[in-house]
């Protein structure tokens, strides 16, 4: 049987074997990552910016650890901007291409929605 589940926003398929026998030693499983379109830059970048890597949306609902950035702040590919909590689980905000910070709107402690506006850039 072929299942997906996601850890910390990255899919996997899972081949799950069911046992007829209760007593048997254990079933087998075996995990592999599901390719993403890119897979660079971890979960912030893929989720977080719209299509053309202006707008930042919180891709989480939680609150705000840390903001690395400030407008007017040159930022480069990959770039930590932010980092949420949600559950007790970071989500690191990378920037998905070299910028300009053009805004930025939220800041440590403040709790963010899913989607909610974090930063603009230029």
Known sequence: MKLQITIDGRAYEVDVEVLEDDDAAASSHA??????????HAQG????????????????????IKVNVEPGQ????GELVAVLEAMKMETNVTAPRAGMV??????????????????EME
């Open 102 to 119: 053009k805004t930025v709107l939220v800041k440590a402690g403040d709790p963010v929605k899913v989607n909610q506006l974090l930063l």
């Open 74 to 77: 040159a930022v480069e590919a």
């Open 45 to 64: 970048h893929l989720e977080a910016w719209d299509s053309a890597g202006k707008i930042c949306h919180s891709p989480v609902m939680g609150l705000v």
């Open 31 to 40: 995990v592999r990552p599901v390719a993403h379109a890119t897979d660079s």
